[in-house]
Antibody
Framework: EVQLVDSGGGLVQPGGSLRLSCAAS????????MNWVRQAPGKGLEWVAN????????YYVDSVKGRFTISRDNGKNSLFLQMNSLRAEDTAIYYC?????????WGQGTLVTVSS | EIVLTQSPGTLSLSPGERATLSCRAS???????LAWYQQKPGQAPRLLIY???SRATGIPDRFSGSGSGTDFTLTITRLEPEDFAVYYC?????????FGQGTKVEIK
């Protein structure tokens, strides 16, 4: 059974940092692009970043470029999102999702709250 | 960036009725690279349709997708109680991937 388990969210002050993790199981992690998608409270979905199977290509939405870094560890079947210089508008549930195109599998999400 | 506009914002219907949801793109979506998701409160999105009209595994045939270019439609032929939720379209034909703002289907 495919499982994606998101973790690492929490309350952080503006300007602070947080590292999210997504633990994958039930499939060959190294064979898939992976993504982070976020959802602000009461709002819609926003794609944040994705990373190629071997980590050689990474793409970001403009609003997080230079602040967020996506990475992966294929040996540990894990996806990460390092978030620096956090802003109030980064407050959201962050989901990892599998696939380069549409997303069949999603994590349960982890809540990031940026507030003083 | 391709902007997806969904309409209506909210659809108030009764169980058994037909729901028609629209997703309009600001420019042509290549190769009908459009997906539909269903999201219920407190849950992650669930893939319903990909390639504009292909049902994902396990999705009931009361859900159907159609359209091409800039205009796409999700139809639910007879609403079941479990279908009341928020629905999002997503284009994956170009980067960045973008989602529509969602249509809420609520019980009338």
């Amino acid at each position: 059974e495919v499982q994606l388990v998101d973790s690492g969210g929490g309350l952080v002050q503006p300007g602070g940092s947080l590292r999210l993790s997504c633990a994958a199981s039930g499939f060959t992690f190294s064979a898939y692009w992976m993504n982070w998608v976020r959802q602000a409270p009461g709002k819609g979905l926003e794609w944040v970043a994705n990373i190629k199977e071997d980590g050689s290509e990474k793409y970001y939405v403009d609003s997080v470029k230079g602040r967020f870094t996506i990475s992966r560890d294929n040996g540990k079947n894990s996806l990460f999102l390092q978030m620096n210089s956090l802003r109030a508008e980064d407050t959201a549930i962050y989901y990892c999702a599998r696939g380069y195109t549409y997303h069949i599998y999603w994590g349960q999400g982890t809540l990031v709250t940026v507030s003083s | 960036e391709i902007v997806l506009t969904q309409s209506p914002g909210t659809l108030s219907l009764s169980p058994g009725e037909r729901a028609t949801l629209s997703c309009r793109a600001s420019q042509s979506v290549s190769s009908s690279s459009l997906a539909w998701y269903q999201q219920k409160p407190g849950q992650a999105p669930r893939l319903l349709i990909y390639g504009a009209s292909s049902r994902a595994t396990g999705i009931p045939d009361r859900f159907s997708g159609s359209g091409s270019g800039t205009d796409f439609t999700l139809t639910i032929t007879r609403l079941e109680p479990e279908d009341f939720a928020v629905y999002y379209c997503q284009q994956y034909g170009s980067s960045p991937r973008t989602f529509g703002q969602g249509t809420k289907v609520e019980i009338k």
